[in-house]
């Protein structure tokens, strides 16, 4: 390089003009290169995807780097939209982010249609437990009681280690077993039914599902978790009686009662937490 050379704009390559005086010497070509070059220093702490349709972000997960594709900068795409930008790229401006430059009829992520047929809206209590632990659910009124199950065990919080099974609820025992392969509607037609289900036949965790309403045309994808209020009971815990004990261990905060209560239930248990977004997450992917 001579003296008196600009040298070269250090994100595109593009010549720069020879300094004529003393002061700071450039480093970019123009605005462009200089405001692309800053987003890509600092990243936003947001981990969604920056791409968007009309208003709406994307729901999907963001890999939390950004993605340059033919010059054209991108940042936070999730791994859905690279290969979609790497198409849609092609011959845009150096510099430009998707998501501000292609019109906004572009869909990233198109709507899941709602499944035909009837919903339900149920909620499932958690019997024995105080404070109550509680879901509120839609699901498809078609689904069978098989596929509620897994329902089930995704939006209370269950591993899924132990046997089972649905029946009718008579003062506040499940009675005798039910037909998994029968349809949920057959036993929860209109609002105030209820249904009984048993997990863990030592622990006997008992869950109370009713029917809150009936939905003849559901507009959203199901099933997904409406609402709902605390944390599940850890898994071999002892049943309502053993978390109601450890409830009291972790209250205690010391003492031989709060540690076996936190060896139960784990470091970091928190009863009074509801991961509502994950729980929608992990229904979807049903």
């Not at 198109?110 to 839609?138: F, M, Y």
């Not at 409830?247 to 010391?254: D, E, Q, V």
């Amino acid at each position: 390089m001579a003296d008196g050379d600009g040298g070269a704009c250090a994100r595109c390559g593009a010549a720069l003009p020879a300094r004529t005086g003393g002061g700071r010497r450039r480093r970019y070509c123009g605005a462009t290169c200089r405001s692309a070059a800053r987003r890509a220093r600092t990243p936003p702490a947001a981990a969604s995807c920056s791409v968007r349709a009309g208003a709406a972000r994307c729901p999907a997960a963001a890999t939390g780097a950004w993605y340059d594709t033919r010059g054209v900068v991108i940042a936070r795409t999730c791994a859905a939209h690279q290969q979609l930008a790497g198409e849609l790229a092609a011959g845009l401006p150096a510099g430009r982010r998707l998501d501000r430059w292609l019109p906004r009829n572009v869909a990233w992520h198109p709507r899941q249609a709602p499944p035909p047929g009837p919903a339900l809206l149920v909620t499932i209590t958690l019997e024995g437990v105080h404070p109550p632990v509680w879901r509120q659910v839609q699901v498809p009124a078609a689904l069978t009681l098989a596929a509620f199950h897994e329902v089930i065990q995704v939006a209370m919080g269950w591993s899924g280690m132990h046997l089972w099974r649905f029946g009718g609820l008579l003062y506040d025992q499940v009675g005798e077993e039910i037909d998994t392969s029968a349809q949920l509607a057959r036993w929860l037609r209109r609002p105030g039914d209820q249904l009984g289900y048993l997990y863990d036949f030592g622990d006997q965790w008992v869950h109370r599902i009713e029917a809150d309403k009936v939905i003849s045309r559901p507009r959203a994808p199901m099933p997904r978790l409406v609402a709902g209020r605390r944390a599940c009971p850890p898994e071999d815990c002892g049943g309502p009686w053993g978390y109601a004990a450890a409830l009291k261990g972790l209250r205690a905060r010391k003492g031989p009662g709060y540690r076996m209560a936190r060896d139960i239930c784990g470091p970091g248990f928190d009863p009074e937490a509801l991961g509502k977004d994950g729980i929608n997450r992990a229904l979807a992917a049903l």
